[in-house]
């Protein structure tokens, strides 16, 4: 059975006074949780401080982002090493943010993610359609595409590593979420496109997480069904009892 798996992305919220005092709190509210996966993804800044409140805990840190180079006159860039150095061990992908404002692309998703997995940082990989593209009935198209270019040349050994965040950049900050059918039908299809890609069995064990105004009101929904394993969880992750409310909520479909 797969495991649900919750990460909270900080985005560029919390000094480092809050951010260490945002991971206690979940630390503490989280103490019972033995099977849910938790992830927490603080801005760089605060990545070793937070470090220092969860590193004996089950709580797992991730990065928001990571450069391809190993080093070098990258001015602003953080590499894998970095974000390794920090204690953090997964580091976000791809998400709809960086490919809207600061031109990710699918290419340069696969360099990430290849570099990540070469430095031994697991990768939440980003994917999902705008508006738009769901109004004119392409999501499977755009999300195939995103999938194909961004897991491009890995091995079903690297596969091992690499957790999907589908998440429909029209449900992100709007308050506006899919409908549980309609998260499900596209992790269905992700699903089955892993299989062609990588075989049934890697398929069967990838962590497909759902993002996009998860609150702890609609998570019990979502995570109810088949394919959904998990939340990658955005404003909801910044107060302590709805992040803690979601986790627990998984915890209790497990």
Not at 13 to 18: A, V
Not at 228 to 235: E, K, N, Q, W
């Amino acid at each position: 059975m797969r495991k649900i798996v919750i990460a909270g992305n900080w985005k560029m919220y919390k000094t480092n006074s809050e951010a260490l005092q945002l991971a206690n709190q979940i630390k503490i509210n989280t103490t019972a949780i033995k099977k849910a996966g938790i992830i927490i993804c603080p801005p760089f800044t605060a990545l070793a401080t937070v470090n220092e409140v969860i590193k004996d805990s089950p709580i797992g840190l991730g990065a928001q982002d990571v450069y391809w180079e190993k080093e070098g006159a990258f001015t602003s860039c953080i590499s894998p090493g970095m974000v390794r150095s920090t204690g953090a061990t997964y580091v976000i992908i791809g998400h709809s943010e960086r490919r809207q404002y600061f031109g990710e692309t699918d290419e340069t998703v696969n360099k990430k993610v290849n570099a990540a997995l070469d430095n031994g940082l697991k990768p939440i990989v980003c994917v999902g359609e705008t508006l738009d593209q769901r109004e004119e009935n392409i999501t499977d198209k755009v999300v195939t595409k995103q999938i194909k270019g961004g897991l491009a040349g890995l091995t079903e050994e690297q596969m091992k590593s690499v957790i999907i965040a589908y998440e429909p950049v029209w449900a992100i900050g709007t308050g506006k979420t899919a409908t549980p059918d309609q998260a499900q039908d596209v992790h269905a299809m992700i699903r089955q496109l892993l299989a062609e890609l990588f075989g049934n069995l890697t398929a069967e064990n990838t962590v497909i997480q759902y993002g996009g105004s998860v609150k702890p009101d609609n998570a019990n929904d979502l995570l109810s069904q088949k394919d959904i394993d998990g939340a990658l969880v955005g404003g909801a992750c910044l107060k302590v009892d709805s992040f803690s409310d979601i986790i627990h909520t998984a915890e209790k479909l497990l």
